[in-house]
C-alpha cells in the first residue's frame, strides 16, 4: 500500500464512485444511445441505468462478506491459484487500456474546446502525471480530493441541468414509444457497457472504514448515477432533437454551451461541464492508476516488488495506449471492442459468477 491510513468513509466512496463512472459515460452514451433508439434513447438509458444500479450491489455482497480483500485473493479462493492470477492480470490489462483511452477521449475534447493548439501527447502527459502523483501518495488523499472536486463541479453543473430543464423542446421527445423493444435492449445494453469504472468495487473495500454499511451508500449512488444519466440524455434530446443529436461529436458539451445564463454574463457555459468532466476523468485515471497497482503487487507471493515501482510501468502502458490512436474515431473503436469483451466479463459474467460460487461455498460450511 501507499500510505499506512488508507481508509476512506462510504460518503467519500460515493463521491469517487459517481466521479469515475461518469467518466466519457456522461459525453459518448447520449449520441451512441440515440442512434439506436431515436427519441425513446433516455428510455433505454433509464433501464440500463437501473440494471448498473442493483450490480452495484452484487459487487457490494462480495465486498461486505470479504472486506480485507480484493478480486485477487477472492478469485484465488474461489477459484484456484492460477485462475485468480489470470483473472487479476487481465483485469489490470482491461483498467490500462480503458484509462488510456479515457485519457486521450479527453484530449480530444480539451483540443477541441480549449487548448487548439496544444499537441494530444503534451496534454496527455500533463494530466497523467497529476493523476500519478495523486495515486502515489494514497487513495486517501485521492478520496478527499474527490469529495473536494465533487461539491466544486457538481453545484455548477446542477445549475446547467436547471437551466436546460427550463429552457429544452419537449416536443422533440414525441412521439414516446414508438422503437421496438430490440432497439430499447440495444440501448440499454450500451448503457450497461458505458459504467467501464464499477469494476473498481473488486478493489475498493479493504479501504473502506465501514465496509458493512457499505450496501445503501452504494445503492445510493446507483440511483443517483442512473437519474443523471437518464437526465441528461432526456435534455439533450429536448434540445436538440433525435437528428442533430447524432451528428454531433459531444452532444452534452455542446449542448451546454448553447444555453443562455441568465444575465449573459458568460459567454462560455459548457466549461462548467468540462471542468466536471475533468473532474471525472481526474479521478477515473488517478483510480486506474492506484488499483492497477494495488493489483500488481497482491498478485505476487509475498509482494516482492512494492506497489510504487509498478506506477512507472502502468503509466508508460497507460500513455502510449492514449497517444497510439490515429484520431478520434478509431479511439471510440477501441473503447467499443474493450467494453463488449473486458467491461461485460468484468463487470457483469466474474462479479456473478464469484457470488455464485462464494454462496455454494457458504452453503458447504452451514
Not at 452534452?252 to 441568465?262: I, N, R, T, Y
Amino acid at each position: 500500500m501507499f500510505s499506512e491510513n488508507d481508509k476512506i468513509s462510504i460518503r467519500q466512496l460515493q463521491a469517487l464512485l459517481i466521479l469515475d463512472l461518469f467518466g466519457t459515460a456522461v459525453v459518448t452514451l447520449p449520441r451512441q444511445t440515440v442512434h439506436v433508439a431515436g427519441n425513446d434513447a433516455w428510455i433505454a438509458v433509464l433501464l440500463g441505468s437501473a440494471v448498473m444500479a442493483v450490480f452495484t450491489l452484487v459487487f457490494t455482497i462480495l465486498g461486505q462478506r470479504h472486506a480485507d480483500k480484493t478480486v485477487v485473493e477472492l478469485s484465488q479462493i474461489l477459484l484456484s491459484r492460477p485462475i485468480g492470477v489470470l483473472l487479476s492480470l487481465g483485469l489490470v490489462l482491461k483498467i490500462m487500456i480503458g484509462a488510456g483511452l479515457e485519457l486521450r477521449i479527453f484530449c480530444e475534447m480539451i483540443g477541441q474546446s480549449m487548448l487548439f493548439r496544444t499537441p494530444i501527447y503534451i496534454t496527455a502527459l500533463a494530466m497523467l502525471l497529476v493523476c500519478a502523483y495523486v495515486a502515489v501518495v494514497g487513495y486517501e488523499c485521492r478520496a478527499r480530493t474527490g469529495e473536494i472536486l465533487f461539491v466544486f463541479v457538481f453545484v455548477p453543473f446542477l445549475i446547467l441541468m436547471l437551466l436546460a430543464i427550463f429552457t429544452a423542446d419537449y416536443s422533440n421527445l414525441r412521439p414516446i414509444m414508438i422503437h421496438d423493444s430490440s432497439e430499447l435492449l440495444q440501448g440499454a445494453w450500451d448503457t450497461i457497457l458505458s459504467f467501464q469504472g464499477l469494476e473498481f468495487l473488486f478493489l475498493v473495500f479493504p479501504y473502506l472504514q465501514r465496509p458493512k454499511q457499505a450496501k445503501k451508500g452504494m445503492l445510493q449512488a446507483g440511483i443517483i448515477i442512473a437519474f443523471f444519466m437518464t437526465l441528461i440524455t432526456l435534455l439533450t434530446i429536448a434540445v436538440f432533437g433525435q437528428y442533430s443529436v447524432v451528428n454531433k461529436l459531444f452532444p452534452v458539451l455542446q449542448m451546454m454551451d448553447s444555453l443562455q445564463m441568465p444575465g449573459s454574463f458568460l459567454d462560455r457555459q459548457d466549461i462548467f461541464m468540462l471542468w466536471f468532466w475533468v473532474a471525472s476523468i481526474f479521478a477515473s485515471v488517478s483510480a486506474a492508476l492506484f488499483f492497477s497497482t494495488i493489483l500488481l503487487e497482491r498478485v505476487q507471493k509475498n509482494h516482492k516488488i512494492p506497489a510504487r515501482k509498478w506506477i512507472f510501468i502502468i503509466m508508460i502502458i497507460v500513455y502510449a495506449v492514449a497517444v497510439l490512436p490515429q484520431d478520434i474515431a478509431s479511439t471510440y473503436d477501441y473503447m467499443k471492442v474493450l467494453k463488449q469483451y473486458g467491461g461485460v466479463f468484468y463487470i457483469l459474467i466474474l462479479p456473478v459468477l464469484l457470488l455464485i460460487l462464494d454462496n455454494l461455498k457458504r452453503r458447504k460450511q452451514i
